[in-house]
């Protein structure tokens, strides 16, 4: 499905600076806050979220400043998951975007302190998004942040996943902690935006669909990436989840089964979409993810091969 040519796609460098200065660090700071604060927002990643946010918002008509502030948020939000999630506590990871998590350069204070300024500041940017919206999409925008991000979503999810030694290794259970975990946050990056910008109910239903076979699909690819391949080419700390005994639907019913349900999720995503674009024809750029999605998993897979057969040789 080819991208709509006449909608430019988001500077990622302009995002970049966004994600940096959208958190102001006053001068009186003490400089080991400020410190890991600045690693935290000079290391943005692939800002694939807030990229997403902003198309969507355009493919609605929302006003520009209202949709950069919903997008830098929502990748707060994210970023600030992750630094809990890296903590000793939780999956004890090593690095993070291709740098050293925020607990070991600067300490679990610093890391925890650096999440909650992060999640501070997305709420007051949530907020200037909605000014001027409408009063009953600002409810519906809150009511939908706080389910997902709360303890229905999130929250729960990342608890199943610390108990997992404790629940089965299946299928089912692994997409239950996915659907907390990842899903949410993909729901908020693809739903908001249109809720705030008032799309239909209908809509929103076809986009929530879609969010869930692509944050599961994306959960997939990042299970067989844990499995499969080294840190250099994740950025981040690999093989944690057998280790610390995590969850990992790769692990749980083998790759060739993750693959296979990955697959299955890309197909019944597509069949959502053209019916979203029958009503929203302005969102055809998300055939791109889509296709983006399906080409990192054959370079995953293919990486793997390739892997296998060397060291067989």
Not at 39 to 48: A, I, K, M, R, T
Not at 117 to 144: C, D, H, K, P
Not at 222 to 237: F, H, R
Not at 273 to 283: F, M, T
Request: glycine share 6%; proline share 5%; charged share 20%.
């Amino acid at each position: 499905m080819p991208a709509n040519p006449g909608m430019d796609e988001p500077n990622t460098a302009l995002l970049a600076e966004d994600f940096c200065d959208s958190l102001p660090l006053p001068a009186h700071l003490d400089p080991h806050f400020e410190a890991a604060l600045r690693h935290v927002l000079q290391n943005p990643g692939s800002l694939v979220r807030p990229r997403m946010v902003m198309q969507v918002a355009t493919a609605y008509g929302l006003d520009a400043s209202r949709a950069n502030s919903l997008a830098i948020a929502l990748e707060y939000f994210h970023t600030a998951s992750l630094i809990f999630d890296d903590l000793p506590c939780m999956d004890n990871a090593s690095r993070r975007r291709g740098a050293p998590c925020v607990h070991l350069a600067f300490g679990e204070t610093g890391a925890i302190l650096s999440a909650l300024a992060l999640i501070n500041r997305a709420y007051a940017l949530t907020w200037q998004a909605l000014s001027g919206g409408a009063r009953e999409s600002q409810f519906q925008v809150m009511a939908y942040l706080e389910q997902r991000l709360g303890i229905e979503g999130l929250l729960n999810g990342q608890s199943l996943d610390l108990h997992y030694a404790t629940l089965p290794h299946n299928r089912e259970t692994t997409e239950r902690i996915a659907h907390g975990k990842t899903v949410s946050l993909i729901r908020l990056t693809l739903v908001l935006p249109a809720v705030l910008a008032g799309a239909s109910a209908r809509e929103v239903q076809l986009l929530e669909r879609i969010a869930v076979c692509w944050g599961l699909g994306y959960q997939i690819v990042d299970d067989l990436k844990d499995v499969l391949q080294c840190v250099a080419e994740t950025g981040k700390s690999v093989a944690r989840d057998i280790l610390l005994g995590r969850p990992n639907i790769a692990a749980a019913i083998g790759v060739p089964g993750a693959v296979e349900r990955l697959n299955r999720l890309i197909r019944a995503g597509d069949l959502t979409l053209r019916r979203l674009l029958v009503a929203r024809p302005s969102l055809s750029f998300l055939g791109k993810l889509r296709s983006d999605l399906q080409d990192e998993l054959i370079r995953v897979t293919e990486n793997a091969c390739e892997m296998s057969t060397r060291a067989q040789a």
